[in-house]
C-alpha cells in the first residue's frame, strides 16, 4: 500500500525535492544497514568500500536513499543463496557526473525485459523471479524518484548472469576534486 501512495503521489508531481551537495558513501553505509537483515538471511554478501565520505553528488538525500535501498533489495533478493552484490561509486566517463553501479550475479534478465523496466506493475517471468516477487512497483518509484532529483537510472543485464543498476547523478566535486575522486574510486 505504501508503495502505491508513494507512485501516486509521484505521478501527480507533489513531491518536493530539496536537491543539494549529498556525500553519497554515508546514505549507501544507510541503505546497506537497512538491507543486511535480509542479505545474512540469504547468504548474500554485499561488498562495498567506502573511502571516508570524500564523494558528493547533488540529489536529494532522502530519495536517493530511497533510491539504494530499492536497488539494494533488488539485487538481494534477485541473487543466488550464497551470492554476492557489488557496490560501488566514483567518477563517471563524463567528469561532471557520478555513478552508483550496484552489481548482483544473480538471474538476471533478457534485454527485452530490460527495456520494461520502470513501468509501473512490471514483473519478470523466470522462475527464480517469480518465487521473489513484490508490487512491482519499486523500480517505478526508483525512475521517478532519481528523475525528481536530476539523476537518471539504467541496467545492465543478462540471463543467468546477473544485474547490474547504473544510477548517474550531477557531480558536487570541484573540478580540480578529480584526481581526488579518481583515486577514492
Avoid: W
Avoid at 554478501?45 to 530519495?63: E, H, P, S, V, Y
Avoid at 573540478?175 to 583515486?183: F, Y
Wanted: charged share 20%.
Amino acid at each position: 500500500v505504501n508503495d502505491i501512495l508513494l507512485m501516486s503521489k509521484l505521478d501527480d508531481k507533489k513531491t518536493a525535492y530539496e536537491i543539494g551537495a549529498v556525500a553519497i558513501e554515508p546514505v549507501i553505509d544507510e541503505a546497506i544497514m537497512l538491507v543486511s537483515g535480509d542479505a545474512e538471511k540469504r547468504g548474500v554478501a554485499i561488498d562495498f568500500k567506502n573511502t571516508g565520505g570524500a564523494i558528493t553528488g547533488f540529489a536529494d538525500r532522502q530519495a536517493l536513499k530511497q533510491v539504494v535501498i530499492n536497488l539494494l533489495s533488488n539485487a538481494v533478493k534477485f541473487s543466488f543463496p550464497e551470492g554476492r552484490v557489488e557496490v560501488a561509486v566514483g567518477q563517471s566517463a563524463d567528469a561532471d557526473l557520478l555513478e552508483l553501479r550496484i552489481r548482483d550475479h544473480g538471474c538476471g534478465m533478457s534485454q527485452e525485459f530490460v527495456q520494461k523496466l520502470g513501468q509501473p506493475f512490471t514483473q519478470a517471468n523466470h522462475a527464480y523471479i517469480r518465487n521473489n516477487q513484490g508490487t512491482g512497483l519499486g523500480l517505478s518509484i526508483c525512475f521517478a524518484l532519481a528523475t525528481g532529483f536530476g539523476g537518471t537510472l539504467a541496467f545492465e543485464s543478462a540471463e543467468n548472469a546477473g544485474t547490474t543498476a547504473i544510477l548517474r547523478l550531477r557531480s558536487a566535486q570541484a573540478k580540480g576534486d578529480t584526481a581526488r575522486q579518481n583515486r577514492a574510486a
